[in-house]
């Protein structure tokens, strides 16, 4: 008796799982073939027992085999490397890991060079950090960009002002150096995030040209944003404050990791992927206006101006004050930080949005009980007493229990968190 029951399982039409009492049957009848029809196969004899317990470990071997193939055709249900192929297939990779990057300030003699062979040194984290390219000192310093060797956030998870300060590569002329906070890097994108992702890209085509265009600025590769705002009357609006877009335009604001290749400042005129997209699909007539000035070219080589602007980092200063318990950890208020920070720099999974995402009007806000949830589950052993907001480094705070507006086109960025503890 041959074992093709378990081949015919896989069939053009997908797979046909037998049931446990089919392979039972199966293998009982390959135990009568071998030793004859009158086999003792009951359960209670030593032939039965290495029946079933044969057909219970095929059985397993089918649900494996099963929730793998299911996985191989249905991108909701597949993880890791499949869903990889998958997304590539439908022309939507999934993001790769990108480096931390902070604004930085070089000082020392004019005329010193500093390159990405010099390393600077955390002294938050021991992480190390390169210049993103070369830049010539002059006037006692120089502006630029450090970003980290080692993909994904730093181990703190954040990157503070004034804590990129050690050369681990001294050089005569090169003084100090320091930076502003930075963005922490991201990790490879998790299968959650993909998923939300590829389904945007096979979505059915949107009823209106903004909501295509603001889709399809999500899927850029290293676009962390994008909302995208139409004025389709012939005399300017005003939306919110003295936000004003002009007559017949559309405005995008574009979140992009610093230094990728979605980065216009590492972006030819022409070349520009936010650029040609915004290009490629807005409507004829249809003018765009932004600080950001690319020229993308038509399929004869035309040349066409299109702007946008960069989304606005807002940074917030975060209190915290609780009052500890008995059982309040040593390292408690490290904990609610590093989850704050955590929760900051993530992604929804059920939507694929940035939980600090960008304000499309006046009315957007930082969330209170968002980052309230972010750490309230964590370290036990603390009563919650406040949460506040800062945008001036703490000269001023909101009152406990009040969201923080964000100003149109801009995100908030956490930049410190502080634990107040009382007793």
Not at 267 to 278: C, E, K, L
Not at 291 to 305: A, I, R, T
């Amino acid at each position: 008796m041959s074992t093709t029951i378990f081949s015919e399982q896989l069939t053009s039409s997908g797979f046909t799982r037998k049931s446990l009492t089919q392979i039972k049957a199966h293998i009982d009848g390959l135990f009568q073939s071998a030793f004859g029809d009158d086999a003792d196969l009951d359960a209670r004899s030593p032939d039965g027992q290495v029946s079933g317990g044969l057909a219970e470990m095929f059985d397993d071997v089918n649900s494996m085999v099963e929730d793998t193939i299911v996985g191989l055709t249905n991108p909701n249900a597949a993880t890791g490397t499949t869903l990889s192929g998958q997304m590539i297939l439908t022309g939507c990779p999934r993001n790769g890991a990108t480096r931390s990057t902070a604004a930085a300030t070089f000082s020392g003699s004019d005329g010193v060079q500093v390159t990405p062979d010099d390393v600077v040194q955390s002294t938050e984290d021991g992480s190390l950090w390169s210049p993103i390219t070369t830049y010539t000192l002059s006037g006692g310093g120089a502006q630029g960009t450090l970003q980290a060797h080692e993909y994904g956030p730093p181990a703190s998870g954040r990157v503070l002002a004034a804590t990129l300060t050690i050369i681990q590569t001294p050089k005569t002329g090169w003084s100090g150096v320091t930076n502003a906070a930075g963005i922490p890097g991201y990790s490879v994108e998790g299968d959650a995030n993909a998923r939300v992702r590829r389904r945007q890209s096979v979505a059915v085509a949107t009823q209106s040209m903004t909501d295509g265009l603001q889709a399809a600025l999500k899927l850029i590769p290293h676009v962390v944003d994008a909302v995208v705002w139409e004025n389709d009357k012939s005399y300017a609006v005003t939306v919110g404050s003295g936000n004003t877009i002009n007559a017949n335009t559309i405005r995008c604001f574009v979140r992009v990791d610093v230094g990728s290749s979605a980065d216009p400042a590492e972006t030819g005129s022409g070349d520009d992927p936010v650029a040609n997209m915004i290009f490629t699909l807005k409507g004829q007539g249809c003018g765009t206006q932004g600080d950001v000035q690319k020229f993308p070219l038509n399929s004869l080589g035309g040349s066409h101006e299109i702007r946008y602007d960069l989304a606005e980092a807002l940074e917030v200063t975060v209190k915290v004050t609780v009052r500890r318990r008995y059982n309040w950890p040593e390292d408690g208020a490290r904990q609610i930080e590093d989850a704050i920070t955590t929760w900051a720099i993530g992604t929804n999974q059920d939507t694929g949005k940035p939980n600090l995402q960008i304000s499309g009007d006046d009315l957007g806000s930082l969330s209170w009980t968002d980052v309230l949830s972010s750490f309230l589950n964590g370290p036990p052993g603390f009563d919650f007493v406040a949460l506040q907001f800062s945008t001036d480094a703490g000269s001023t705070w909101t009152t406990s229990g009040q969201s923080l507006p964000i100003p149109f086109g801009s995100f908030a960025e956490i930049s410190d968190v502080t634990v107040v503890e009382t007793t």
